[in-house]
């Protein structure tokens, strides 16, 4: 398809197309009468971006379909076959979201039609697994089709390369190019599955994969050998992590944990989860219900592809949610604090992330370094300094993420399950909680306080709206804010901007649309417009001498912001 064709004439190819997937022809003639919807779907073709692709399912261009996914793996493929080193290969796994197992079976007939031989996973597969999968069968590259926590009508495909992490800017932008060189992908054909099969070109996995997985868990530093007592509750959310955590906690002898039966099967619908995210306390309901038998020690539940975790924490006969940045801290302070901690060690967070961790590690003589948001930037640090003598202990992110150790090289929510619940347990033993130990530590280091709010903008005119907010935001803000701002760093242009001198200096990260706002005590909100949904994100932090003092100081601040951006709302 040309980028000259009108979105219209290209509405009208797919029209006449037959579709092997028939749901797209219903879809194509139930908006013929629609120019906005044929607008929404066709006015543009789905990017793929650094993080490969996300969006809603559906017709069109613009949309996640076959096509799209033809069109990604296609590039994706190319790619590989250009730039990859020894035997080309690669493995696919997938979640339980709509057509993420057709998505998965058409990626991987393109790959061996390629000539590149494909291993993809029988059932659904957790991200940090097929992560582990790309070194652990020593592949060039590999691709999870997932949408993580998006609601049901999205999904995704993320891409991995040889070192098990996301790709970052140099290797996306030659994907990226391939990609963009694939116009007419309504027409790629490939041979059937199960000729690939037969020839080797596509091999089923499953055991081979997860019983490495399950010894590089085994052999874990920060777990202690033993039964451990301490009760824990887990939802998988309806998606992949059921299996693969079930066998972590009985491995480990977590001889009190117990699943939520009713979201522990993987289920498109994510039934009764309007938004099958674990950043949202609401997305426990059903989990605190359960809770009223039993009140166990944790509630914890993943998202669909099982990267990301949530948690509360029984304290004083209520459950208290732990935020993401909360759950890091009380991760960092135990790696650092209570075991033993290498000359050379370092820990990674992100540009928005919490900076307590960084003054736990500053006390302890190492180094926090700072990326942006993304575990491909951590996995891409960790694999630099490695080739420096350096030692990993530790990286995360606010949204829920965590890479506790480095045989997986994205966010793995088991991992960061063991560990949390083996604190706990710890904890359990001198008759604390982790809402006590998060109290210790406030009071040692300073009361840090955070908070984010998501905003969203659906659609054309929500796109153009994210842009208008960014731009207001570098040109007109500091001229109408009564904030006491010092210093602002904007990732786009990797500067950072002395207000009081009007001096630039040149910030060592890759570009990126984030802006960061300091103030005078050592506040700071950090605006990000998502790469893979359509909202922009704020993240406020403070610091405060107690909670009461850090709460005011955030609703103040939170309030006087808002003031100037709601006047471009």
Sequence with gaps: MSNNENYMDIYQKWLEKKHEDTEITEELRAIQNDPDQIKEGFYQTIAFGTAGLRGILGAGTNRMNIYTIRRAAQGFAQAINKYGEGERKAVIAFDPRRKSDLFSRESAKIFAANGIKTYLFTEVTPTPILSYAVRALDCTGGVMITASHNPKNYNGYKVYWDDGAQVTEEKAAQI????????????????????????????????????????????????????????????AFYGTAEKA?????KNHQFVNYGVLEEQSQPNSEFPDLEYPNPEDPGSFAMLLE????????????????????GTQVLHQGEYV???GNQMGIIMVDYLLNQLPVPKEGYIVKTVV?????????????????????????????????????????????ESYGYMPRLFVRDKDAVQAILLLSQIAELLKKENKTLIDRLSEIYATYGYYFEENVSETYEGL??????????????????????LPVIKVQDFMGSTELDVATDQHTPIDLPSSNVLKFYLEDGSWVAVRPSGTEPKIKYYFSVIGEDQKDAEEKLQAFKNEFFRVTDTIK
């Design 461 to 482: 005119a929500g796109f153009e709206k994210m842009q208008q907010i960014m731009t207001f935001l570098r040109d007109d803000f500091l001229a109408q804010s009564d």
């Design 290 to 309: 359960k809770a009223k038998d039993t009140n166990p020690d944790l509630l914890i539940a993943t998202d669909p592809d099982g990267d990301r975790i």
């Design 245 to 249: 955590v079930a066998k972590a906690m």
């Design 353 to 397: 992330t919490a900076d307590l961790s960084a003054k736990i590690a500053q006390e302890k003589g190492i180094p926090c370094y700072e990326v942006l948001t993304g575990f491909k930037y951590i996995a891409e640090l960790a694999k630099k300094l490695e080739k420096e003598g350096k030692v990993y202990l530790f990286g995360y992110e």
């Design 176 to 235: 990226i190019n391939e990609v963009n060189s694939i116009n007419d992908y309504l027409d790629i054909s490939t041979e059937s599955f199960e000729s690939y099969v037969e020839k080797e070109m596509i091999v089923m996995v499953y055991d081979e994969v997860y019983d490495k997985y399950y010894s590089e868990l085994q052999a874990l530093d920060y777990m202690q050998e033993g039964p451990k007592d301490i009760s824990v509750l887990f939802s």
């Design 321 to 323: 949610v732990l935020t």
